[in-house]
């Protein structure tokens, strides 16, 4: 049983808790070519990693689309308030 | 002041020529150019100056903003970009005005001061051949049908409320990186931080959002 152990483990090259640490870096294409290729080998051999990182995945999606909703545009008063300093700003220069 | 002719021959890369166009346009007072910059930025601006000032200032600080940037037009040098220039103007104007205890440096340029929080509790790790630092069995799947849009709405308000929990430091980087989209650079050139301090805090952020999802889904 713990040869068998060993054996996962040297299969995973990383621990979980590594792998996890690596994540961020990893979406944001950082990491170095050993880290690189340590995190995919462990990926393979791992669900419960690829489950955590499709769903940081997701977190990132989602939270990407929170700005979608704001409607917000420039109210016309104000961008010509704007603009009028800006004219003014020129006029003086 | 004099006009700047800028050739394009100078510029090293496409985005800097149409830097380089952008602020020889402002300086010659080109309106055009003036109202597609407010309309690209002002929305940004607002929800950014949220962060550090409470909701009734925040039209004022971008105002004030924006006033800047027009009166500065003429000495920017462009060692930055023009969007990196008018948040950094935003960011300073914003903690003159915050109610937050005054700051002479944003917030995550004080460093991860939070004690270190790994991704997921050690104790979760635990796998009973392998041992500690392995997951005992995958954590559970999301099922989140995307088309319900009440589901949609309330999961977006966990992630607001959870962003809203996060230390200060943290929130400013997961707003602009994950919230605005910006890249790494341009996070890191604004709020003047290292790449790594500024990898170390999305991380954080973003882990500690997972975890604010994964309690909506399935309890904690």
Same mark, same amino acid.
């Given at each position: 049983?713990?040869?068998d152990?060993?054996?996962?483990?040297? &299969? *995973? #090259?990383? $621990?979980?808790?590594?792998?996890?640490? +690596?994540?961020?870096?990893?979406?944001?294409?950082?990491?170095? =070519? @050993?880290?690189?290729?340590?995190?995919?080998?462990?990926?393979?051999?791992?669900?419960?990693?690829?489950?955590?990182?499709? &769903? *940081? #995945?997701? $977190?990132?999606?989602?939270?990407s689309? +929170?700005?979608?909703?704001?409607?917000?545009?420039?109210?016309? =008063? @104000?961008?010509?308030?704007?603009?009028?300093?800006?004219?003014?700003?020129?006029?003086?220069? | 002041?004099?006009?700047?002719?800028?050739?394009?021959?100078?510029?090293?890369?496409?985005?800097?020529?149409t830097?380089?166009m952008?602020?020889?346009?402002?300086?010659?007072?080109?309106?055009?150019?003036?109202?597609?910059?407010?309309?690209?930025?002002?929305?940004g601006?607002?929800?950014?100056?949220?962060?550090y000032?409470?909701s009734?200032?925040?039209?004022?600080?971008?105002?004030?903003?924006?006033?800047?940037?027009?009166?500065?037009?003429?000495?920017?040098?462009?060692?930055?970009?023009?969007?990196?220039?008018?948040?950094?103007?935003?960011?300073?104007?914003?903690?003159?005005?915050?109610?937050?205890?005054?700051?002479?440096?944003?917030?995550?340029?004080?460093?991860?001061?939070?004690?270190?929080?790994?991704?997921?509790?050690?104790?979760?790790?635990?796998?009973?051949?392998l041992?500690?630092?392995?997951?005992?069995?995958?954590?559970?799947?999301?099922?989140?049908?995307?088309?319900?849009?009440a589901?949609?709405s309330?999961?977006?308000?966990?992630?607001?409320?959870?962003?809203?929990?996060?230390?200060?430091?943290?929130?400013?980087?997961?707003?602009?990186?994950?919230v605005e989209?910006?890249?790494?650079?341009?996070?890191?050139?604004?709020?003047?931080?290292?790449?790594?301090?500024?990898?170390?805090?999305?991380?954080?952020?973003?882990?500690?959002?997972?975890?604010?999802?994964?309690?909506?889904?399935?309890?904690?």
């Amino acid at each position: 049983m713990a040869a068998d152990a060993e054996f996962i483990r040297n &299969q *995973l #090259r990383i $621990t979980c808790a590594d792998a996890l640490e +690596l994540m961020t870096e990893f979406l944001d294409r950082a990491l170095s =070519s @050993t880290d690189q290729e340590r995190f995919r080998a462990h990926l393979e051999g791992c669900e419960a990693c690829a489950v955590y990182l499709d &769903q *940081l #995945r997701l $977190t990132v999606d989602i939270t990407s689309s +929170l700005h979608g909703q704001d409607d917000y545009q420039v109210d016309q =008063s @104000t961008m010509e308030q704007l603009v009028d300093i800006y004219r003014s700003t020129r006029d003086e220069s | 002041m004099g006009s700047v002719t800028i050739l394009a021959s100078e510029a090293t890369s496409p985005a800097e020529t149409t830097e380089k166009m952008v602020v020889d346009a402002l300086r010659r007072g080109d309106e055009q150019v003036f109202r597609h910059l407010v309309e690209m930025h002002h929305t940004g601006l607002r929800r950014v100056a949220a962060l550090y000032v409470p909701s009734n200032v925040v039209e004022d600080v971008v105002q004030e903003t924006w006033m800047a940037v027009v009166r500065g037009i003429d000495r920017f040098e462009g060692r930055s970009s023009i969007k990196t220039w008018i948040y950094r103007i935003l960011i300073n104007q914003a903690r003159k005005r915050g109610p937050k205890e005054r700051r002479a440096i944003p917030f995550s340029a004080l460093g991860p001061s939070e004690a270190h929080d790994p991704a997921v509790p050690l104790e979760r790790l635990y796998h009973p051949e392998l041992g500690t630092g392995y997951w005992p069995e995958a954590p559970p799947h999301w099922n989140a049908d995307p088309g319900d849009r009440a589901v949609a709405s309330e999961i977006r308000m966990v992630i607001e409320r959870a962003i809203d929990r996060l230390s200060d430091a943290q929130r400013e980087v997961i707003t602009l990186r994950d919230v605005e989209g910006w890249d790494s650079e341009e996070v890191c050139d604004t709020l003047g931080i290292s790449a790594v301090n500024q990898r170390v805090l999305l991380h954080r952020a973003r882990t500690s959002v997972r975890a604010a999802l994964e309690v909506y889904f399935h309890g904690s």
